[in-house]
């Protein structure tokens, strides 16, 4: 898990914008709502790297969304 200090600081590395902490197929994950792609979690350490990001279709985004607001939105 992120810690929330963690988290607060986080952001995309494509746009600079905050990400949101949701669960995906089973594990955490980070998530640009923005952008719609998903930062995955080893270990506890965010893979914050855009060429292995994941793109999101429609339908997860709607699940992911639903899961909470975003990070500060700065």
Avoid: K
């Amino acid at each position: 898990m992120i810690d929330a200090e963690l988290l607060a600081i986080l952001v995309c590395p494509a746009d600079r914008g905050p990400l949101q902490l949701v669960q995906r197929s089973g594990a955490s994950a980070l998530y640009n709502p923005r952008l719609r792609r998903a930062y995955r979690i080893e270990d506890g350490i965010p893979v914050l790297l855009v060429d292995e990001a994941d793109a999101v279709d429609d339908d997860e985004h709607a699940r992911l969304i639903a899961q909470g607001p975003a990070a500060d939105p700065r």
